[in-house]
């Protein structure tokens, strides 16, 4: 079936420092891939998504790149802030049939001033 | 334009009441989701609704639980009767293309 994996564990660092969350996914055919956060208190925003291999996803300063070669979708971001600490969530869909989303169990990102 | 609207934020019940939890999607979106966050088994989708018709249910946990979508306007999640474990925050997402959702502030029900 198709399943999402996210690195175990709450992701703490500080700010301006280096970020990445690594996903990899397990799916048929060429699923679509997305990364959502959710702020404290708040729903799931999308945050960013790539619907074909070697696409490059990006917004507010993270970036995802489609590998299909290495089935993953690791988020990127060069400079936290305190205000990106958040759960982060990777996502799938199928190429075909519904619209059912795998998500990832998602990543506690906790920035430091 | 308004998000996805959701009622009420919070909801805390005894056990074996009746939970009924709305939804107001974004207009024009056709994929209507409802989910369910705990700590313990993170997000859970429990059904989606496409055009007003369910189109997947198999997240749903048992009959005490049962959705309708009777316009495009307007969706609710009913628990009947409710238990301490269904305690949770419930999601409705929207969504006008496949994958991406909209999500509205969720209720928290707590069951006691």
């Known amino acids: 079936g198709n399943s999402v994996t996210q690195m175990e564990g709450p992701v703490t660092l500080s700010e301006e420092a280096f970020l990445t969350i690594n996903c990899t996914y397990t799916a048929t055919g060429y699923p679509s891939l997305f990364w959502y956060v959710q702020y404290p208190g708040e729903g799931l925003q999308l945050l960013l998504k790539a619907t074909k291999a070697d696409d490059k996803g990006s917004n507010k300063g993270f970036e995802a790149t489609y590998r299909k070669e290495t089935t993953s979708f690791h988020l990127e971001k060069g400079s936290v802030q305190v205000s990106d600490s958040a759960v982060y969530f990777c996502a799938l869909t199928p190429t075909y049939g519904n619209n059912r989303l795998a998500f990832g169990k998602g990543n506690q990102v906790v920035v430091i001033p | 334009d308004a998000g996805v609207i959701q009622s009420p934020r919070h909801e805390v019940t005894e056990m074996g009441q009746e939970v009924t939890l709305r939804c107001k999607p974004i207009?024009?979106?056709?994929?209507l989701f409802w989910y369910r966050q705990t700590m313990m088994r993170g997000l859970e989708l429990l059904i989606y609704f496409n055009n007003n018709v369910p189109i997947d249910d198999s997240g749903m946990p048992e009959d005490r639980f049962s959705a309708k979508m009777p316009n495009a306007s307007f969706s609710t999640l009913k628990i009947q009767p409710s238990e301490p474990r269904d305690s949770a925050v419930y999601f409705c997402?929207?969504?006008?293309?496949?994958?991406?959702?909209?999500f509205g502030e969720g209720s928290r029900l707590t069951v006691l």
């Open positions: 207009s024009g979106h056709d994929y």
């Open positions: 997402a929207s969504s006008p293309l496949v994958g991406e959702l909209f």
